[in-house]
């Protein structure tokens, strides 16, 4: 397997850091942790990698997060990409190796598999919330997980949501006509 991942780095700090190693414990970490995601043998991985925080001024002794980067590679076998990833990952310099920026939060391979299961977990939210929001439901469970549903549905705030993530369904509505106005969906993390 090739893994090809082109550093985009503006700093004095960060060229150290590539000059130290960097690039070597990066491919240590996606061949370890993302590679075993796929389905399929890879036989070349491609991107970059570039710092969160990629000016100077973020690069003192004290930095919190001179050591955050983003990467952003596609997995490919064949020829055709089946898989890709776009995280926030941090370098532990004193351990020499690579790990999620957010430590609750897993670094998930978007494979085919995963993205046409999350359509689908999408396609059901949309559906039950507009029955939930039509009928005035005050029970439902989630689809994904089966779990009852925590649900507002007021004149002025439409939510319902998974109390295990699975998603967030929250809008704010006009009182006078039940409108839903702005909000948003957000979804768990695939699995």
Same mark, same amino acid.
């Given at each position: 397997m090739q893994i090809k991942v082109e550093p985009k780095v503006n700093t004095s700090y960060h060229h150290r850091m590539v000059e130290d190693g960097l690039l070597d414990r990066l491919q240590q970490f996606i061949a370890e942790d993302l590679v075993p995601q796929l389905p399929v043998p890879v036989d070349v991985v491609a991107g970059t990698i570039t710092p969160c925080f990629n000016e100077d001024h973020y690069c %003192? +002794?004290? &930095?919190?997060?001179k050591d955050?980067?983003?990467?952003?590679?596609? !997995?490919?076998?064949? &020829? $055709?990409?089946? %898989?890709?990833?776009? $995280?926030?990952?941090?370098d532990d310099v004193r351990n020499r190796r690579f790990r999620p920026r957010y430590r609750h939060k897993k670094l998930i391979v978007l494979t085919q598999a995963r993205l046409a299961a999350q359509a689908v977990l999408s396609r059901s939210v949309q559906s039950l919330c507009r029955r939930i929001a039509q009928q005035h439901l +005050?029970? +439902?469970?989630?689809?994904?997980? /089966? +779990?009852?549903?925590?649900?507002?549905? &007021?004149? $002025?705030? !439409?939510?319902?949501?998974?109390?295990? /993530?699975? !998603?967030?369904?929250? !809008? /704010?509505?006009d009182p006078a006509s039940g409108a839903f106005l702005h909000g948003h969906v957000i979804f768990g993390q695939l699995e």
């Open positions: %003192g +002794a004290n &930095s919190a997060v955050t980067y983003r990467l952003d590679v596609r !997995f490919f076998a064949a &020829s $055709e990409v089946v %898989g890709t990833i776009v $995280e926030e990952i941090e +005050a029970e +439902a469970t989630c689809p994904n997980c /089966h +779990a009852d549903l925590k649900i507002i549905d &007021s004149p $002025e705030i !439409f939510d319902v949501r998974c109390p295990w /993530h699975c !998603f967030t369904y929250n !809008f /704010h509505r």
